[in-house]
Structures are given as C-alpha cells and as structure tokens.
C-alpha cells in the first residue's frame, strides 16, 4: 500500500509538472485501479459473513477435522484456534454450492465452543490482502480428544489371582451357563455336540459375560500443556486397551466445574472426558500421572 | 529485519503463475502500450514489431519454463537489462535538445526492459511488474500525445488491466472468478475513482525548467525571408493575401498579412489550426498594426530583413513600450494545419524554442518564421503575461512615457474625426483614468452595437469607423476593435489593433486549447506607462482565467446531456429496465405446482418467524407449522403430501386440483397459538433454503 502511495504520489508529480493532459488521465486510472484494488478487498472483508453448514463433535489432536463453512463471497479462510491449512470459500467460476471444506488440524485437546478463523480477501485485483479475525460459533463443542498413546501398564492388586474363574474368558465368548436348541444366527462355534447328540437336536452353549471389575484410572493433568498432553494420550492409551480387553473403566478427572469420576464405555466417551480434563489433582495430595486402581470407586 | 534481509526478501522466488490467460492479458497490455508508442513516432514501427514478436516469444517461454526457470535467462535479463540502461543515460547524456528530448530513448529504454524481462516472468509479482511496465510505457506515449485518437489505445491498455488484473484475481483465489455485475461494478468504481481524481486534480503546468521540443512540420521554405506568407506573392507560399477579389488566405482569415482590411471578414471554416499547450489561456498574438488609414490598418515599421540569428532558446528583444514584467507564461504551439508563418505567443514574448536557426523579430513584438508552418510543426514560447487588475490599472499613475515618435504613432488618425471624439467624450465624460475610458467605451459598444459577419462589403473609399459608429452599428470583430482603436486614440490614447487568436476550447484530456480557423479574431492594446500593452476585447468576453479539467468536464458532460432527448431515452430505458424485470421473474417463479406450493409453505413460516431450516423435509415443516395452531389443522401436512406423492411417487392430481392446492397454499397463514408461542426454537444460522422437490407436473 506504502508502495501504490509511493507511485502515486510521484505519477501525479511527473504529470502535474509535465503539462500532459494524457499523463494526468492515465494516473488517475492507475489511481482509480489502485484505491479499488485497495479498498475493495477491505470492504468485501468488513462485509463478509462465514456461515457453518456442518461440523464435527469430536476430533482427535493431530488428525484432521473437516467443518463445512459457506460465503457469498470469495475469501481464503485460514484456521487459526483450532489450526488448519489455508482454503479459498465461496463462488468461484462455475455456477455452483457456495460452500466448501475447511481442513481443522487441531495440534492438542480441548473442547472448541467456536473456531476461529482468519478470512482475507484481495478482489477484485489481488493487489492488496486484507484480513480479519472472526469466531464462528460451533453448533455444538468440538471435543479434541487426545492421540491415542502408548498404554500404560495397569497395576494389579495382589489379590488379583483368587477368585473362581482363574483366567477370564475373552469378551466375545462369555463363561459356559447351560444348552439351549439352535436358533438362526448363532455362530457355529457355539454348537455343543454332546448335547446335541444327547438331545437328538442341535443344541448350542449358552454364555454369559462375567460381571468384570471396572478399572478406575485417575488422570491427573500437570500444568505444563506438553507434559499434560502426553499424559492424556498414555491415559486414553490405557482406556482403550483396557476397554478392547472387556473391562470398564472408571476414568476420574478433574475438570473445570470440579473433579469427575465416571464410567467411560467407549474411546470416544474416554476422548470426550480427557478433552475436558484440565490439569489439578483429582484429590488432594495425589501424584500427577495415570493412576489405575482395580476395584470399584466412588462417585466423587 | 535488516536492509540485506528485505532485499533477500524481495528476490524470493514467486509461485510459478499457472494461468495462461493471465499471460496473455499482461501480453496483451504490453503489445497495446508498445503500438501507441510507436504510433506516437517514439519508436519505429519496424522496431515496435519486432519487439512485439520478442515479447510474445519470451511470454511463451516464460511460460513453458515458469516452474524451474533456467538460471542464465536470469543472467540474461540482468545483462539485458544494464544494457538498456547504459545505453539510455549515454543517449539522455549526449542529446542537446533539452529534457524533452529523453522521451524517445526512454521509450526505447522501456521497451527494451520489457522484451529482456518477457523471458523470465515466472511467477504472478513479476506479470504485475509486466503490468505497471506497460502502465510507464503508456505514460510516456501520453506525454507526447496531442490529440484524442491517443485515447483509443488508453482504452484497449485499460481494458487489458482491466482483465490482467482480475485474473491475477482469479488466479490468486484460486478459481475465484468475478461476475459481470461484480465486474461491472469494479468497472464503474475504478471510473468513478479515476473521474473523482481528474475533475478534482488542478490542469497540469509546464515546468520552466525544462526545454521544449521544436520541430519543423510539413511547411516548407518561404519565397520571400521576413515577409508574411503570401504578401510575396510567390503561389509556392501557404497564402495569399487577402483582398475583395480573393478572400482565401490562411483559414479565411485576412489579417496574418502586412495589412488588414477592415472592410472584409473572411469566411472562416472550423479546421483545427492549432493546439496550445499553456499554463493559462490568453490571446495568441499574432502581430499588431498601428497605422490607421480609414479603411485597413497598416505597420508602419515592417518585419526587418535582418533576422535574428542564434539557437533555440532565442532570446527575444523587448517590444517598444512593453513593460516586460508579469506572470512567465509558456505556451507550445502544435501547428495542425498550415497556417500563416507568423509565430504566435501571448503578450510580451520572451524566450522562444523553434525549429530554425533564425527568426525575424518587428519592434512591436510581431515574430515572423523564416519557414512555412505547416502540419506538424512545433514551438513554444516564455512569454510574459500582464497580471494587472482593472485597479491597478486605474491607479496607474507611472511617469514613464512612449518615446515621441511611438506615441505618435500610437495615437496616428488618418484624418479628424470630429463626430467619433464628440461621442468618444460624451462617453467618457465622467471617467478621469485611462482604465475607466476604456471600459466606458467597451460598455457603449457592447450597449450600442451588434456583432455580425453578414453584413456587405463596404463602399470602396468609405471610412469603416464611420460607417459602424454612425451607421447601422453592426459589424464584426475588426470594425468592433478599429472603432474603440479610434475612439481611443481621437482621446489621446496610445492604442493599436492586435490580430491572432482566441485561446480556443480547452480539452481537459489533452490539456490542450484546441484553435479552430475561426478563431481567428482582431481586438485592442492600450498602451498604459507601468504595465505597457494591456489586452481589451470590445466583441468578446473570453475568459481568461486558469482552466480546471474537471470544470470543463463536467462542463462538457453536461453540454452533451442537455443534448440528448430525456423523453426517448427515459421511454427505452423503462421498458429495458420493464424486460429485464420480466425475465428475472419469469426466472425466478417456481416451474411446478409442487414448487410452488412449497414456497407458499415457506413464505408463510416465514412470516410467522418459522423459517424452514436445513434438514427439514417439507413434510416435517409442514407438521410444524400446523403444530403452531390450537386446534392444530392438517392443512400443510396434507398439502405436503400431496407434493411429495406427486415429486416422490409419480401421482399428480388433476391439474384443477393441483390449482386450487396452489391456490389453498397461497392463501393459507399460519397463526401462531395465542399464549403458546412458538413452539421449536429457531435454528441460530438457519437460512432459508429452496425447497428441492423433485420433479413435478408443470401447470
């Protein structure tokens, strides 16, 4: 801008002074070509209006997210909270949506209540860019779950070995409880020849699943955002292994209204929890870090 | 950041530009910019051709090579480019003719730097470079541009940045295209930006400081040195001198001769004769006459034979009773067609720049080329322009006085004329300055007589001042000016008749004063002892003041308004604007009965604060708004059904019913429960969106 002043200024001093009328008239186009090319941008940016058609409720730190915004006008649209690459909106060439994806690369966890994005222009001559910041409200929290780390070891409590059932049966299979006569569906591998020799009928073993004992994990976030972000990912690392292998998990956190300690039944439940955790000790006194605990805890 | 840090910066590398008709809008600027220079004569059309070629070669190899372009092109430019430079400064350091002359080789030089730099134009800054290349080559044209056929490439250079630049736009936003109305827009705000600037922005002046360009045109030598054209008689000549039987000199006019008739007015055509470039208007002068005999004016001391020999500038020696000490003015001269070899200046000329080793210099300021000025021709000339008010001259009270024999001269009557100093005195009778005679004299005139070239020739012998004054008071400028000349001098004031030109119609795009044939025009000097010869124009008020290009403009425009027939104009355009309007609504109406009962649905949730939001089917919609009602009615649900068997199931009712549906839709409100309010809340950014509903029958 310094620079169209610069030119101005001088186009305007050569021509005043040289007495050529087709001088003059030439720098006033070139004046009128730049203060367009200056001011229109700025006035199509101060006018813009980013509209969300869709977006996601969870995402993962690191991974993309993809949220749907639209414009009326063409602007390039540059995510800044969370971060993403920069991508042109609104009508291009052809006849056609408005509307186009925004790429949300989120590098830690959280929760997004709206996403920030820087939106620039340069129309109609791409001589100047300007930009604003705007906040575009999401429909509902974007919850960034932590990337799924290394799982940490649980610890088991010397008592782990009694108990009836020495070894747990897999999840999907369940403990022997009785025969019941075939039906459509069951898997083949649940068919019981002796009963079924005995009954004259196919028969197949009924299961159940062994009422397990939840694992509850304390995360505690360390103020550091690098350091918490670590032990979140080994948290949910835990979590999921420990869900993949059928046992639940009480996950306690402490989170803005205060600590929380809840069942998680799914990674996504596990994300959605540890994208709220913000750092402080569950209870006083405690280590930071993923602590696991076997056995049932209290609500807090 | 550090000095070394910007410059590094500034040479980074762009992204290759990939749009090829970015390229070619750029290329197209160039070419337009190259062919008005050469069509100015800056260049040789031989030379803008091959450049032309050079350029469009090296926009193709940019192109080919934009994403690794080879490193010794960049040597090549750089080379190039110093060259170009090199040869400019030697060739601006070796012309004489002034700064004028720098044009020339800075168009070669921008030339130059455009075909070396057409080879390495990678990326999207350096086509703007292109760009703003063009824009200087184009400057350069204009700065030796006189007349309005220039504009025709300032238009297509326009349009060629016009598009450049709106592909850079599209090219930056990567497919983002501008629409017509968009760029219509952009169109008419560039244009209003640019007509804001030029109608508020003062003329141009001329620097003093600079020399001019003075060139010989298409006149040719004249028979006899130092006399006018045509009072030599030599047929070779621009002109005869004017007489009753032949009344073709210059431009029809008969004054630009030894002698002017005053029975005779020439007829006069609108041929363009001349343009002036000048810092104010003025009258052109051309020569004056100071002897009176009854019927023409005569000079009493010729155009000496001795020239005045030296180069440009030619210092000119100070006219007999000049007091050369007003404004510097200086005007160029654009010699259009031939004309009469005088050389035309206003009021006290100083300095001149002209295309010949001499001049002939008269003591009453008349400058006469030794060569015929004819098309093409180019002078200027400083002169010396009088700044005084009609109060200082009132108040002039200098003792300086004309030499004896000049003010004789001055104040020469071929016989008494006892009737015209009677009627010069009842006149003046209350005025006791020069000043105030004059005008009082100026004000009968313009009282008591008309302005007329129709009138016929007067009786061979008759005196011209008695004729006009005490006969039928009609004439034209010659006979207007004699009379007050000898009313003056019947009162014992210094005046004498002065022959040239109006200033003409100022063209605020050229900046030039545009001076037709009949322009052509004889007025007044009155001597006065501190200010020497002041100009007064008895026929004519012509202003004089500085001229504004935007005034004048907008003069014009409003001249050419004034013009146009309102009523047709107003009739065509309501029934375009009636067309238009038709056919975007004819667009806009739903095609199908479905459609259409749809945006009923919608129109009226929509005034009910309702609107439909994204996901909702028109099924859905219409349950809600149904449900604002207590008693909740079924009437947009079953409509929606019926739309929806129609777009979804192929079953489209009759088409009387589809049109009492349409009709029912149209005429149904939705009313919300009084107390109830509004039932689901409305979605925060829910637009409103068209409903898609298939394919329905057409009704």
């Given at each position: 801008?310094?620079?169209?002043?610069?030119?101005?200024g001088l186009?305007w001093?050569?021509?005043?002074?040289?007495?050529?009328?087709?001088?003059?008239?030439?720098?006033?186009?070139?004046?009128?070509?730049?203060?367009?090319g200056?001011?229109?941008?700025?006035?199509i940016?101060?006018?813009?209006?980013?509209?969300?058609r869709?977006?996601?409720?969870?995402?993962?730190?690191?991974?993309?997210?993809?949220v749907?915004?639209?414009?009326?006008?063409?602007?390039?649209?540059?995510?800044?909270?969370?971060?993403g690459?920069d991508?042109?909106?609104g009508p291009?060439?052809?006849?056609?949506?408005?509307?186009?994806?925004?790429?949300?690369?989120p590098?830690?966890?959280?929760?997004?209540?709206?996403?920030?994005?820087?939106?620039?222009?340069?129309?109609p001559?791409?001589?100047?860019?300007?930009?604003?910041?705007?906040?575009?409200?999401?429909?509902?929290?974007l919850?960034?779950?932590?990337?799924c780390?290394?799982?940490?070891?649980?610890?088991?409590r010397?008592?782990?070995?009694?108990?009836?059932?020495h070894?747990?049966?897999?999840a999907?299979?369940?403990?022997?409880?009785?025969?019941?006569?075939?039906?459509?569906?069951?898997?083949?591998?649940?068919?019981?020849?002796?009963?079924?020799?005995?009954?004259?009928?196919?028969?197949?073993?009924?299961?159940?699943?062994?009422?397990?004992?939840?694992?509850?994990i304390?995360?505690?976030?360390?103020?550091?955002?690098?350091a918490?972000?670590?032990v979140?990912?080994?948290?949910?690392?835990?979590?999921?292994?420990?869900?993949?292998?059928?046992?639940?998990?009480?996950?306690?956190?402490?989170?803005?209204?205060?600590?929380?300690l809840?069942?998680?039944?799914?990674?996504?439940?596990?994300?959605?929890?540890?994208?709220?955790?913000?750092?402080?000790g569950?209870?006083?006194g405690?280590?930071r870090?993923?602590?696991?605990?076997p056995?049932?805890?209290?609500?807090? | 950041?550090?000095v070394?840090?910007?410059v590094?910066?500034?040479?980074?590398?762009g992204l290759?530009?990939?749009?090829?008709?970015?390229?070619?809008?750029?290329?197209?600027?160039?070419?337009?910019?190259?062919a008005?220079?050469?069509?100015?004569?800056?260049?040789?059309?031989?030379?803008?051709?091959?450049?032309?070629v050079?350029?469009?070669?090296?926009?193709?190899?940019?192109?080919?090579?934009?994403?690794?372009?080879?490193?010794?092109?960049?040597?090549?430019?750089?080379?190039?480019?110093?060259a170009a430079?090199?040869w400019?400064?030697?060739?601006?350091?070796s012309?004489?003719?002034?700064?004028t002359?720098?044009?020339?080789?800075?168009?070669?030089?921008?030339?130059?730097?455009?075909?070396?730099?057409?080879?390495?134009?990678?990326?999207?800054?350096?086509?703007?470079?292109?760009?703003a290349?063009?824009?200087?080559?184009?400057a350069?044209?204009g700065?030796?541009?006189?007349?309005l056929?220039?504009?025709?490439?300032?238009?297509?250079?326009?349009?060629?940045?016009?598009?450049a630049l709106?592909?850079?736009?599209?090219?930056?936003?990567?497919?983002?295209?501008?629409?017509?109305?968009?760029?219509v827009?952009?169109?008419?705000?560039?244009?209003?930006?640019?007509?804001?600037?030029?109608?508020?922005?003062?003329?141009?002046?001329?620097s003093?400081?600079?020399?001019?360009?003075?060139?010989?045109?298409?006149?040719?030598?004249?028979?006899?040195?130092?006399a006018?054209?045509?009072?030599?008689?030599?047929?070779?000549?621009?002109?005869?001198?004017?007489?009753p039987?032949?009344?073709?000199?210059?431009?029809?006019?008969?004054?630009?001769?030894?002698?002017?008739?005053?029975?005779?007015?020439?007829?006069?055509?609108?041929?363009?004769?001349?343009?002036?470039r000048?810092?104010?208007?003025?009258?052109?002068?051309?020569?004056t006459?100071?002897?009176?005999?009854?019927?023409?004016?005569m000079?009493?001391?010729?155009?000496?034979r001795?020239?005045?020999?030296?180069?440009?500038?030619?210092?000119?020696?100070?006219?007999?009773?000049?007091?050369?000490?007003?404004?510097?003015?200086?005007q160029?001269?654009?010699?259009?067609?031939?004309?009469?070899?005088?050389?035309?200046?206003?009021?006290?000329?100083?300095?001149?720049?002209?295309?010949?080793?001499?001049?002939?210099?008269?003591g009453?300021?008349?400058?006469?080329?030794?060569?015929?000025?004819?098309?093409?021709?180019?002078?200027?000339?400083?002169?010396?322009?009088?700044?005084?008010?009609?109060?200082q001259?009132?108040?002039?009270?200098?003792?300086?006085?004309?030499?004896p024999?000049?003010?004789?001269?001055?104040?020469?009557?071929?016989?008494?004329?006892?009737?015209?100093?009677a009627?010069?005195?009842?006149?003046?009778?209350?005025?006791?300055?020069?000043?105030?005679?004059?005008?009082?004299?100026?004000?009968?005139?313009?009282?008591?007589?008309?302005y007329?070239?129709?009138?016929?020739?007067?009786?061979?012998?008759?005196?011209?001042?008695?004729?006009?004054l005490?006969?039928?008071?009609?004439?034209?400028?010659?006979q207007?000016?004699?009379?007050?000349?000898?009313?003056?001098?019947?009162?014992?004031i210094?005046?004498?008749?002065?022959?040239?030109?109006?200033?003409g119609s100022?063209?605020?795009?050229?900046?030039?004063?545009?001076?037709?044939?009949?322009?052509?025009?004889?007025?007044?000097?009155?001597?006065?002892?501190?200010y020497?010869?002041?100009?007064?124009?008895?026929?004519?008020?012509?202003?004089?003041?500085?001229?504004?290009?935007?005034?004048?403009?907008?003069?014009?425009?409003g001249?050419?308004?004034?013009?146009?027939?309102?009523?047709?104009?107003?009739?065509?355009?309501?029934?375009a604007?009636?067309?238009?309007v038709?056919?975007?609504?004819?667009?806009?109406r739903?095609?199908?009965?479905a459609?259409?009962?749809?945006?009923?649905?919608?129109?009226?949730?929509?005034?009910?604060?309702?609107?439909?939001?994204?996901?909702?089917?028109l099924?859905a919609?219409?349950?809600?708004?149904?449900g604002?009602?207590?008693p909740?009615p079924?009437?947009?649900?079953?409509?929606?059904?019926?739309?929806?068997?129609?777009?979804?199931?192929?079953?489209?009712?009759?088409?009387?019913?589809?049109?009492?549906?349409?009709?029912?839709?149209?005429?149904?409100?939705?009313?919300?429960r009084?107390?109830g309010?509004?039932?689901?809340?409305?979605?925060?950014?829910a637009?409103?969106?068209?409903?898609?509903?298939?394919?329905?029958?057409?009704?």
């Amino acid at each position: 801008m310094v620079a169209s002043v610069l030119i101005i200024g001088l186009w305007w001093l050569i021509a005043h002074n040289a007495g050529s009328g087709w001088v003059q008239l030439l720098g006033d186009l070139v004046f009128g070509a730049l203060l367009i090319g200056i001011v229109g941008p700025f006035v199509i940016v101060t006018r813009a209006r980013i509209g969300l058609r869709s977006a996601p409720g969870d995402a993962v730190a690191g991974l993309p997210a993809l949220v749907r915004v639209e414009s009326r006008s063409r602007l390039r649209v540059r995510p800044v909270e969370p971060p993403g690459p920069d991508v042109f909106v609104g009508p291009g060439g052809r006849r056609g949506p408005v509307d186009e994806i925004v790429t949300l690369v989120p590098t830690h966890r959280g929760v997004h209540e709206s996403i920030t994005l820087d939106i620039a222009s340069a129309a109609p001559f791409a001589l100047q860019w300007w930009t604003k910041r705007v906040h575009v409200p999401l429909p509902s929290a974007l919850h960034v779950s932590p990337h799924c780390g290394w799982a940490q070891p649980v610890p088991r409590r010397p008592d782990d070995g009694t108990g009836d059932v020495h070894e747990q049966p897999r999840a999907e299979e369940g403990l022997p409880r009785g025969a019941r006569p075939y039906v459509p569906g069951d898997a083949r591998r649940l068919v019981h020849w002796r009963s079924t020799a005995h009954a004259g009928r196919l028969m197949v073993r009924e299961v159940e699943q062994p009422a397990a004992e939840p694992v509850t994990i304390t995360v505690e976030l360390p103020m550091d955002p690098d350091a918490a972000e670590r032990v979140a990912e080994g948290a949910l690392g835990s979590v999921v292994r420990l869900l993949e292998g059928g046992t639940p998990v009480l996950l306690g956190t402490r989170e803005r209204s205060g600590p929380v300690l809840g069942p998680v039944a799914d990674r996504r439940s596990a994300g959605r929890r540890l994208a709220r955790a913000v750092a402080g000790g569950v209870a006083d006194g405690k280590a930071r870090g993923v602590g696991s605990t076997p056995g049932r805890h209290a609500g807090p | 950041m550090s000095v070394i840090d910007v410059v590094r910066r500034a040479n980074q590398p762009g992204l290759p530009e990939n749009s090829i008709r970015l390229r070619l809008a750029c290329l197209a600027a160039v070419l337009v910019a190259i062919a008005a220079c050469a069509s100015l004569g800056e260049i040789a059309w031989t030379t803008a051709l091959g450049a032309m070629v050079l350029v469009g070669a090296g926009t193709a190899f940019s192109h080919a090579t934009r994403s690794r372009p080879p490193w010794w092109v960049k040597a090549l430019v750089a080379v190039g480019a110093t060259a170009a430079c090199v040869w400019f400064f030697h060739a601006v350091g070796s012309v004489t003719a002034g700064v004028t002359s720098v044009i020339n080789p800075l168009t070669v030089l921008l030339v130059s730097v455009l075909v070396v730099h057409s080879f390495h134009v990678p990326s999207r800054r350096d086509l703007l470079f292109t760009l703003a290349a063009s824009a200087g080559l184009m400057a350069v044209g204009g700065a030796l541009a006189i007349d309005l056929r220039f504009g025709l490439y300032v238009v297509a250079w326009a349009c060629c940045t016009l598009w450049a630049l709106t592909e850079m736009w599209t090219s930056a936003s990567g497919g983002g295209r501008i629409s017509v109305s968009g760029l219509v827009l952009v169109l008419a705000a560039t244009s209003t930006a640019a007509a804001g600037v030029f109608l508020v922005l003062p003329a141009p002046v001329v620097s003093s400081r600079v020399d001019f360009i003075a060139r010989a045109g298409a006149g040719g030598s004249i028979g006899a040195p130092g006399a006018l054209a045509g009072d030599s008689g030599n047929a070779a000549q621009l002109s005869r001198a004017g007489n009753p039987a032949s009344r073709i000199r210059v431009g029809g006019y008969l004054g630009f001769a030894a002698s002017l008739n005053t029975a005779l007015r020439g007829s006069l055509s609108n041929a363009l004769v001349l343009q002036v470039r000048a810092q104010r208007p003025s009258y052109w002068v051309g020569e004056t006459f100071d002897t009176w005999q009854g019927e023409s004016w005569m000079e009493s001391k010729p155009v000496p034979r001795r020239p005045l020999r030296q180069t440009s500038p030619f210092v000119l020696p100070v006219s007999l009773g000049d007091v050369p000490f007003g404004q510097s003015d200086l005007q160029t001269f654009y010699v259009e067609s031939s004309t009469a070899d005088l050389v035309f200046h206003a009021e006290s000329a100083g300095e001149l720049w002209f295309p010949s080793a001499k001049v002939y210099v008269a003591g009453d300021g008349t400058i006469v080329s030794p060569i015929g000025l004819g098309s093409g021709s180019v002078y200027t000339v400083d002169s010396q322009v009088s700044s005084a008010t009609p109060a200082q001259l009132r108040a002039d009270d200098n003792p300086f006085a004309l030499p004896p024999d000049v003010q004789r001269q001055e104040e020469q009557l071929p016989h008494p004329y006892p009737r015209v100093l009677a009627l010069a005195r009842s006149i003046t009778a209350h005025d006791t300055t020069t000043e105030g005679k004059v005008q009082s004299l100026i004000h009968w005139i313009g009282a008591h007589t008309h302005y007329s070239e129709n009138i016929p020739p007067l009786p061979a012998g008759a005196d011209t001042v008695d004729e006009f004054l005490f006969g039928n008071r009609v004439g034209f400028c010659e006979q207007i000016s004699t009379s007050l000349a000898v009313m003056l001098r019947s009162l014992g004031i210094p005046a004498r008749e002065a022959v040239g030109y109006v200033p003409g119609s100022y063209d605020p795009i050229t900046d030039l004063y545009q001076v037709h044939a009949d322009d052509a025009h004889a007025w007044v000097q009155v001597w006065f002892p501190g200010y020497g010869w002041q100009n007064f124009d008895p026929t004519a008020v012509v202003p004089l003041s500085p001229p504004s290009p935007g005034a004048t403009a907008l003069h014009d425009v409003g001249s050419l308004l004034r013009r146009i027939p309102l009523v047709p104009v107003v009739v065509i355009a309501a029934a375009a604007g009636l067309v238009v309007v038709t056919v975007r609504w004819r667009r806009s109406r739903p095609a199908t009965w479905a459609e259409r009962v749809a945006r009923s649905a919608e129109r009226a949730g929509r005034r009910a604060g309702q609107p439909r939001r994204h996901s909702e089917t028109l099924a859905a919609y219409a349950a809600r708004l149904d449900g604002l009602a207590r008693p909740a009615p079924s009437t947009w649900s079953r409509l929606a059904s019926s739309v929806e068997a129609s777009a979804y199931g192929g079953h489209d009712p009759p088409r009387s019913a589809q049109r009492a549906m349409v009709d029912e839709a149209r005429r149904t409100r939705v009313r919300p429960r009084v107390g109830g309010g509004r039932d689901a809340p409305v979605a925060r950014d829910a637009p409103d969106v068209p409903v898609s509903v298939g394919s329905g029958a057409r009704d």
